[in-house]
């Protein structure tokens, strides 16, 4: 197999919530509209329904609703087509169904045209033929409340510590609490999150684009909006109604003991930088007075479980706690309060994809699927890099390390390694070298391929003034090589978002465990094309100058419209999932103080889409290694206080992609 690296070209220096309260909503709005406009004159269609006689009040009905009963049927037969045949279809059933019901289609058709009948009538037809044996084994694999009640009855697990879960960037439902004219309808309304997300990008975009944003200058809410993350654990086990994201963790915690005393959500407004955070909200300065409690009533430490970003708001916290500048609990305050820190799916060295979405407003998988669709139908690429550049929490993934992590014109650490086993005989498929972040193909007029350093270099022009002045106020993304620069920015808030620039706290007592997925395709690099000539543009809001370049390569086997795969979960690539658990953290440098490290991999085995939509009990991708089923066995195990037993479990090339980066 070929590695192919570009060195003609050369680097410049550029670089479930409740939805019974939303339809209650929805409901008295719209009778309060329906009885104002009693008064008012009547509607050309009332009065053409008026001049009809019964029969053609009937036909002029039902051709009214022709089109939306056409899309709701297009939907249930697309859906019942991708379960069909699934051992797990009454599952499957029951989640188009909520789905239907949170969206109200119900209101929106005829009493005549009840989608409760036509479910009924799926969930029989595909009933017909079903293996029950194989039906059976399924239901038990990926029952709810597993492998909690299996552990409970084979290992006789029991809470034993506080569970404080942190979610990851977009995860946390964002609800309204703005009261001006525009914004009253929506308050206490989530604007990220449910199906009143969806309602307002459908049919009040402006407004939901006003709401979302954050100003420019300040980083905070614009002038006359308010948007905070919603509370409880309802503000991230679902997206939607049936699209899980804690749920499944928080049922098997559940079966274990836990409650809403001793089990908490700490959801906070992801859109913001963790410096603004504690500065608007207090979130760190909550989370450590809660622990504090938890242990004054308890008398035992707290397990902090985290996913995605959440790991990095974690580590952010512990030199916040410690810092004189900070929470002042001094430098033992993390032993003698935190018993383990578990990181689902972590981004230590930041994502490439939060570098496109920031560079042109393009990425794949940044969002959930259903939000992404929604966002890239109705909104341009532009628009999107505004709204991105707005949120300033994204800096904080960003990649860290730059090109002594993510490789140089010559090549990269986790560039294809040749297998022992190969077949020589086989023609082998060319691959690009990941080292080149931005790539420009070679017809590229006045552009230079760029590494990751170059690539940031490239984005830092591509800011306007205000969103480049926050960054640097918020983040640094270098590396440290001494401990003279650790101590220098011990208390500077900038580096505690970069593990390769500070260190683990002074917590001898505490286990930092990483529990990851691979062997999803992932988004690792990107081809780029000139949107416009002068990447020198000062004016304020312009468009992005470069965008990914989807033009076909399929001589090259990792390329797929201009984005070049690599390993990972299928969002955060291999290097920065598992660098710092498998070989940084495991070096004096970066954790002085002895942290006990333990890295738990998961390979993706995803079951096919017609026998679950989500992958079933061992896809371990970014978002459904949630309810992967050997990840939530060793939570729960840690959280029961039996988190010595685990070990080290290595099934990827991490271990040989760290021996090729020259880090001390």
Not at 174 to 181: A, D, H, I, P
Not at 296 to 325: C, L, N
Not at 332 to 339: A, F, G, K, S, T
Not at 409 to 419: K, Q, T
Request: some cysteine; hydrophobic content about 40%.
């Amino acid at each position: 197999m070929t590695v192919t690296v570009d060195t003609d070209a050369p680097s410049t220096s550029v670089n479930r919530s409740s939805v019974n309260n939303n339809s209650n909503n929805n409901s008295a709005l719209r009778n309060r509209g329906k009885s104002k406009s009693k008064s008012k004159t009547k509607s050309e269609d009332e009065v053409l329904a008026g001049s009809l006689q019964p029969q053609q009040k009937q036909r002029v009905g039902r051709r009214r609703w022709f089109f939306v009963l056409g899309i709701v049927l297009g939907f249930l037969v697309t859906l019942a087509g991708v379960v069909y045949v699934n051992p797990m279809q009454n599952t499957h059933i029951g989640r188009i169904h909520a789905i239907i019901g949170d969206f109200e289609i119900a209101s929106l058709v005829p009493d005549t045209l009840m989608p409760d009948d036509f479910i009924r009538d799926i969930s029989q037809l595909l009933s017909l033929g079903a293996n029950k044996e194989e039906q059976q084994q399924q239901q038990r694999a990926s029952e709810d409340f597993e492998p909690a009640l299996t552990l409970v009855a084979e290992e006789a697990l029991e809470k034993k510590h506080s569970v404080i879960i942190v979610p990851g960037i977009i995860s946390s439902g964002l609800e309204s609490w703005s009261t001006g004219n525009g914004s009253r309808a929506y308050f206490r309304q989530r604007m990220w999150g449910t199906s009143t997300m969806f309602k307002a990008i459908l049919l009040d975009k402006e407004s939901w684009v006003r709401h979302m944003m954050l100003d420019k200058k300040t980083g905070l809410d614009p002038d006359g909006i308010k948007v905070r993350a919603a509370q409880g654990l309802d503000a991230a086990d679902y997206f939607i109604t049936g699209y899980w994201i804690w749920g499944k963790a928080i049922e098997n915690l559940a079966v274990l003991g836990y409650d809403c005393t001793d089990m908490e959500l700490a959801a906070y407004d992801w859109r913001l930088s963790y410096y603004d955070l504690e500065r608007r909200d207090q979130y760190f300065s909550g989370l450590q007075r809660r622990i504090e409690q938890s242990l004054r009533v308890s008398g035992k430490k707290t397990v902090m479980v985290a996913h995605s970003m959440g790991s990095q708001v974690i580590h952010y916290f512990m030199k916040w706690v410690e810092s004189p500048k900070g929470g002042k609990g001094g430098r033992r305050w993390v032993n003698d309060h935190i018993e383990a820190v578990v990181s689902l799916a972590g981004t230590p060295l930041g994502v490439p994809k939060t570098l496109a979405s920031l560079l042109s407003g393009e990425q794949r998988e940044t969002v959930q699927p259903l939000a992404s669709y929604l966002l890239e139908h109705f909104m341009d690429r532009n628009e999107l890099a505004r709204i991105f550049r707005s949120w300033t929490g994204l800096g904080s993934l960003l990649p860290k390390g730059g090109d002594a992590v993510w490789g140089d014109l010559e090549g990269a650490p986790d560039d294809w390694l040749p297998r022992e086993d190969a077949n020589a005989t086989q023609e082998e498929p060319r691959l690009v070298s990941y080292g080149a972040q931005i790539r420009f193909d070679d017809d590229a007029d006045g552009f230079a391929n760029q590494t990751m350093d170059g690539a940031l270099t490239l984005l830092q022009r591509v800011l306007d003034g205000d969103a480049l002045r926050l960054m640097k106020r918020d983040y640094s993304f270098g590396v440290f090589r001494t401990q003279a620069e650790m101590d220098a920015h011990a208390d500077d808030h900038r580096v505690w978002t970069n593990p390769l620039q500070h260190q683990l706290p002074n917590a001898p007592d505490m286990t930092l465990f990483c529990l990851y997925g691979h062997g999803a395709t992932t988004e690792r690099a990107y081809y780029y094309t000139a949107d416009s000539a002068d990447l020198q543009q000062e004016e304020t809001g312009a468009p992005p100058a470069l965008r990914i370049h989807k033009r076909s390569r399929p001589h090259l086997a990792n390329v797929d419209i201009g984005i070049v795969n690599g390993p990972g979960d299928g969002t955060v690539p291999l290097l920065s999932l598992g660098y710092m658990c498998g070989s940084g953290w495991r070096k004096p440098l970066y954790n002085p103080h002895g942290v006990r490290v333990v890295t738990r991999e998961f390979a993706h085995s995803p079951l096919a889409a017609f026998k679950d939509i989500r992958g079933g009990a061992a896809a371990a991708d970014h978002i459904n290694i949630l309810g992967n089923r050997d990840a939530t066995a060793d939570i729960l195990r840690i959280v029961a206080g039996q988190g010595h037993q685990l070990t080290d479990r290595f099934s990827s090339d991490i271990l040989e992609f760290a021996k090729r980066i020259n880090i001390p």
